[in-house]
């Protein structure tokens, strides 16, 4: 009963079992199990058990077997609590299947009308006091029979019950999500946090476009430009959001979420920190490539980590968090130069009352930004979420570029017009 329901990492949606059941690491447990073996796996409840059920017939389906050939491979014992699922790499045998319908009307803790055998015929339980003979309960699960012999199809089961019995992936690990829609306290804290943003965004906004209307010199504010609140917006965004998606689909090899939460953490943020470092050392338009490249690489991981981790299966686990690790440096470097070279680039256009302004844009925005990771993630998979993080930075590069341009042209203005007061003096 590997059912702890207890938060994983950062993300409390997904809890630290939830890949454990989901189509991929059903299809692992099939191609382990012998020919006489059994998975059993002790639900909570029967909602529980059923998703089993759904995402185990996948699985097998993608080993090509039909839906009716891999019904013949389970069963569930049902009960209102502590319903048992069944899963065998082959046929369950006949002697199994009377052994098990005997136990499930012989012992109490298990109710043949929740239950699922296959090879169990379906009989219907007369009703007392019917005059009919058409009236009675069926003796055994008539959802779960209808799947097995083809009159109810799987999708129907997966989404006309009421609940989410829609197979979870190791791209959407929401095993124990049975609503269709995203909870609501993820849009609360979306929009609170979106108000939070354009509050810090347009209040401090005006005050700037004010000093450069009137020309100030004083504080030191030279032009005031949308690109910079946009710049610290995308990386904001992008730094949270990718930060969530690897960590989600880095732990799944790692084991110890506790562990290898504090291990990643730290391997990202010194290679962030190293990135911070020698952003000092280069000119701001290096910032714009380490934009492209920290896009580049987000992508990059996407695609090619879970194959090297699947290859790496057989190594040690010091092995497997070592590559982790140095995945997180590669990926943290790049992005940690962006922040301090805004910050610089801020500091020039509109002098040292920017610098606050921008942390509080870019912490604004990684609230939203973590708010909108697990979103994009329950809607459509940890993969679109990192893809999400890869465009935010894509963004934060373009901005960045025009406000360096845009630098230079300022500069290129006053140099000629320095020229020409030049010689009209002599």
């Given at each position: 009963m590997p059912i702890t329901k207890s938060s994983q990492s950062l993300n409390a949606f997904a809890l630290s079992e939830s890949y454990l059941f989901t189509k991929n690491a059903f299809e692992d447990y099939y191609d382990h199990l012998t020919n006489n073996g059994t998975l059993l796996v002790m639900a909570h409840n029967m909602p529980e058990a059923a998703k089993m059920m759904t995402t185990a017939v996948a699985a097998l389906q993608s080993e090509g077997l039909s839906v009716q050939q891999a019904m013949r491979r389970l069963y569930i014992l049902g009960s209102d609590m502590m319903p048992l699922f069944g899963l065998r790499k082959t046929p369950l045998p006949t002697w199994e299947a009377a052994f098990l319908h005997l136990g499930v009307h012989n012992f109490g803790q298990f109710d043949p009308r929740l239950s699922?055998?296959?090879?169990?015929?379906?009989?219907?339980?007369?009703?007392?006091?019917?005059?009919?003979?058409?009236?009675?309960?069926?003796?055994?699960?008539?959802?779960?029979?209808?799947?097995?012999?083809?009159?109810?199809?799987?999708?129907?089961?997966?989404?006309?019950?009421?609940?989410?019995?829609?197979?979870?992936?190791?791209?959407?690990?929401?095993?124990?999500?049975?609503?269709?829609?995203?909870?609501?306290?993820?849009?609360?804290?979306?929009?609170?946090?979106?108000?939070?943003?354009?509050a810090v965004l347009v209040i401090p906004a005006s005050w700037f476009k004010g000093l450069t209307a009137a020309n100030n010199t004083q504080h030191n504010v030279r032009k005031f430009s949308w690109w910079l609140p946009v710049f610290f917006i995308s990386i904001g965004l992008g730094y949270i959001i990718i930060e969530l998606a690897l960590f989600q689909k880095l732990v799944l090899y790692l084991g110890d979420p506790s562990r290898s939460l504090a291990l990643l953490l730290a391997a990202l943020f010194a290679g962030s920190g190293a990135g911070s470092l020698l952003s000092n050392r280069t000119k701001p338009s290096a910032a714009v490539v380490a934009g492209l490249a920290s896009a580049v690489l987000a992508l990059v991981i996407l695609f090619i980590a879970p194959p090297i981790f699947n290859s790496l299966q057989a190594a040690s686990l010091s092995t497997l968090r070592i590559f982790a690790a140095v995945v997180l440096l590669v990926q943290g470097f790049p992005m940690g130069m962006m922040f301090p070279t805004g910050l610089r680039v801020a500091e020039k256009r509109l002098g040292g009352p920017a610098i606050p302004w921008m942390w509080a844009i870019n912490g604004s925005a990684s609230v939203v930004g973590s708010a909108l990771a697990i979103i994009i993630a329950m809607i459509n998979g940890y993969n679109s979420s990192l893809a999400a993080g890869a465009i935010s930075y894509l963004v934060a590069a373009s901005s960045l570029a025009i406000l360096l341009r845009g630098n230079h042209v300022s500069q290129n203005s006053v140099m000629e017009d320095e020229n020409e007061s030049t010689f009209s003096l002599h």
């Amino acid at each position: 009963m590997p059912i702890t329901k207890s938060s994983q990492s950062l993300n409390a949606f997904a809890l630290s079992e939830s890949y454990l059941f989901t189509k991929n690491a059903f299809e692992d447990y099939y191609d382990h199990l012998t020919n006489n073996g059994t998975l059993l796996v002790m639900a909570h409840n029967m909602p529980e058990a059923a998703k089993m059920m759904t995402t185990a017939v996948a699985a097998l389906q993608s080993e090509g077997l039909s839906v009716q050939q891999a019904m013949r491979r389970l069963y569930i014992l049902g009960s209102d609590m502590m319903p048992l699922f069944g899963l065998r790499k082959t046929p369950l045998p006949t002697w199994e299947a009377a052994f098990l319908h005997l136990g499930v009307h012989n012992f109490g803790q298990f109710d043949p009308r929740l239950s699922y055998i296959p090879g169990a015929e379906q009989q219907m339980a007369r009703l007392p006091l019917s005059t009919s003979i058409d009236q009675g309960v069926p003796m055994m699960n008539p959802v779960f029979a209808g799947v097995a012999d083809g009159r109810l199809s799987l999708v129907r089961l997966e989404t006309g019950t009421g609940m989410n019995l829609v197979p979870p992936t190791d791209n959407r690990p929401f095993f124990f999500q049975y609503d269709f829609s995203t909870p609501p306290v993820l849009y609360a804290l979306l929009w609170l946090s979106l108000g939070l943003l354009v509050a810090v965004l347009v209040i401090p906004a005006s005050w700037f476009k004010g000093l450069t209307a009137a020309n100030n010199t004083q504080h030191n504010v030279r032009k005031f430009s949308w690109w910079l609140p946009v710049f610290f917006i995308s990386i904001g965004l992008g730094y949270i959001i990718i930060e969530l998606a690897l960590f989600q689909k880095l732990v799944l090899y790692l084991g110890d979420p506790s562990r290898s939460l504090a291990l990643l953490l730290a391997a990202l943020f010194a290679g962030s920190g190293a990135g911070s470092l020698l952003s000092n050392r280069t000119k701001p338009s290096a910032a714009v490539v380490a934009g492209l490249a920290s896009a580049v690489l987000a992508l990059v991981i996407l695609f090619i980590a879970p194959p090297i981790f699947n290859s790496l299966q057989a190594a040690s686990l010091s092995t497997l968090r070592i590559f982790a690790a140095v995945v997180l440096l590669v990926q943290g470097f790049p992005m940690g130069m962006m922040f301090p070279t805004g910050l610089r680039v801020a500091e020039k256009r509109l002098g040292g009352p920017a610098i606050p302004w921008m942390w509080a844009i870019n912490g604004s925005a990684s609230v939203v930004g973590s708010a909108l990771a697990i979103i994009i993630a329950m809607i459509n998979g940890y993969n679109s979420s990192l893809a999400a993080g890869a465009i935010s930075y894509l963004v934060a590069a373009s901005s960045l570029a025009i406000l360096l341009r845009g630098n230079h042209v300022s500069q290129n203005s006053v140099m000629e017009d320095e020229n020409e007061s030049t010689f009209s003096l002599h």
